[in-house]
């Protein structure tokens, strides 16, 4: 007897109830987010025989490339029911996730999950790695001394703009929405925030911190969020961070809570002093390659253009295309067969987001071209890294 037919379909608030108690059972825990963020995003779930046995939400949230923000979609709070893994059900409702906010002008995809071969295989990519540092309070109240910066605690309503231009500075940040702080103190009920700055002027840094107790044990300061103008603002928040020594003996950045580079790690007096963990990483799809491009901020003083052929979205064959770089706007026309430089829609995404930091990076990840081209084509989104800042 052939099972009964999958019904795709948005869920109402009886539906969406239903499948949060489907996913405490997947996950094995419950998943705050999916009321969190369920009234603030599209919400769709798969039905056999009228049960819930799969579901998710999309969240329509720009994010930043090349200093513009860019329509995007972050996936969330997605499962399948365990009895009804095997069958590609999240394939086709990824898809069905994926659909509404294309047509709401989504041009990229994000995700953060543990399964990258799944969604490496429907075209998406990590463009970079992830890690959550632990260093002691010690250390840092030793090497960051006094400044001129000053700290205040609480947020001011002027932070939305500072966020937004070192948002821009990265590629992959998202532009925060306006229920983003109310989402944060939900989800970190016991944080606080301080803003960092010169006396009397603009802030130029903002902290969230929180202090918790790790189940080996202790006591230590998680950092949930870590933005900064400069470095004389960043050694300003570690100094912070380091003036808790008499009573916390670490602080744990989280996977998203310290930008990605040596800031940290080249200014320590140790070796080894700052330990390292890595996570599985968030991952990019895009969904338009020719939208993707034209949204997208590019340098100013670039002017480029080269063939390339992207692999179509089933794997079986290339697309040929023609990047135009110039006056700061970029374009992906029609091109021939004649291209130099072949990439996989995962190797794209890649790029995209400036995660090949040079030409061997590129070609052993299998990018397929000459060397100088590569390089080329990587001088087009190197001037910003890829990082984002929100684990959802």
Known sequence: MAAPPLVFTEADDDVWHEYDALARRAYGHPVEDITRLGRHADRRVVLRDGKVIAGGLGLLIPQWFGGR?????????GCVAPEERGERIAARLTAERLRPLRDQGAVLATVWTS?????????????????SWAVPTDELWRVFGESDIEV??????????LWDTLAGQWNGTWQRPAWWSGWQQAQHPAAGTYHFGPSGGEPTGVLSVAGERP????????VHDFWAADHATASAMFAFLGRHNSRIPAVVFQRTGLPPGPLLQHTLRRTGA???????????????????VELRGWPGGLDL????????????????????????RGELADGDSRAGLTLT???????????????????????????????????????????????F
Request: charged share 20%; glycine share 10%.
């Open 69 to 77: 923000p860019v329509p995007s979609a972050s996936l969330a709070c």
């Open 305 to 328: 253009v080269l063939p390339l052929a992207v692999t179509s979205d089933d794997g079986r064959g290339t697309e040929n295309y023609v990047l135009r770089v110039a006056d700061g």
């Open 152 to 161: 205040h605690h609480g947020g001011v309503p002027r932070l939305s703009p």
């Open 115 to 131: 399964s990258t071969n799944y969604v490496r295989r429907m075209g998406w990519e990590a463009p970079t790695t992830v890690f």
């Open 215 to 222: 189940p080996a044990g202790g006591r230590q300061l998680v």
């Open 274 to 292: 700052a330990a390292a963990r890595s996570w599985h990483p968030w991952m990019l799809r895009v969904l338009d390659l020719r939208r993707a």
């Open 345 to 391: 829609r995962g190797q794209f995404a890649v790029w995209y987001a400036g995660g090949y930091r040079s030409a061997a990076a590129a070609a052993l990840a299998g990018v397929r071209g000459d060397p100088a081209a590569i390089t080329k084509l990587l001088l087009a989104t190197a001037d910003r890294e890829p990082w984002l800042a929100d684990y």
